[in-house]
């Protein structure tokens, strides 16, 4: 497998050369934040690109025990529930969303990889990059080909409320949040309550990450994106945003630019605004 930017990405021609390996699982992963009004299963059922499952992160990628959305869930129920889709041992996972590269299509690829499957790449431009190059879709269901998903969790690429709540003190790691800047600043209401940011924390939206297609921007211009905000790459970072899905942007970027142990704040601003006497700052980062 070669790709021009990383390693954890594959272009739509690579997916085409492999779509009928017996080793290669397509996963539609795609998810649509709440204000779209939009039902990724229902998209998914009426065009996807041919053998591919799809990927619920509000089921599969959800801690049933936690108030808030898509929270981690434990080994246990990630391994059934992705075993379910073939998704496992031994196999090549091509992750993509209906929205270029963008969005739970990371958040699928940085949890498998917290769970230990470190085979999982991303379709650089997704499905829409797919079907302007005229490549096949279908709405004929996937039949399931149940296989073995051995987890093993690797809390180094996580980080939870107390961890971050330490680090507003130490400063050990930098805290970066991909929301747009007007969320960042607190100069707009907030659907989670409470407006601004994490004290401390760097501000780069994952759009700048993005080019106009929906794919990913080189690993210079994403480097350069990085600087711009003032984060170092070669120091510690987790990525944070509204509920722990546009971090994982942040984490793939970060990754093409040869950082490649990037952590997430699972909760995210999500769990900082809503948990009570959570310092907050408002302004410039």
Known sequence: MTNPLSDALVSTQWLADHLDAPDVRVVDASWYMPAENKNARDFYDAEHIPGAVFFDIDDIAADDSAPLPHMMPDAIKFSAKVRKLGLGDGVRVVVYSQKGSALAACRAWWMLRHFGH???????????????????????????????????????????????????KTKREQLVDARAGERFRGEVDDPWGKSGHVPGSYNLPFTKLLNSDGTFKSADEIKAAFDAAGVDLNKPIVASCGSGVTACVLAMGAYISGHKQVAVYDGSWAEWATTEDSPVDTGPA
């Open 118 to 168: 470190h085979d999982v790449v991303v379709l650089d431009g997704g499905l829409p990059k797919w079907i302007a190059e005229g490549r096949p879709v279908t709405d004929a269901p996937t039949p399931p080909r149940e296989r073995h998903f051995t987890a093993r969790a690797n809390s180094f690429l996580l980080r939870e409320y107390d961890q971050v709540l330490s680090n507003v």
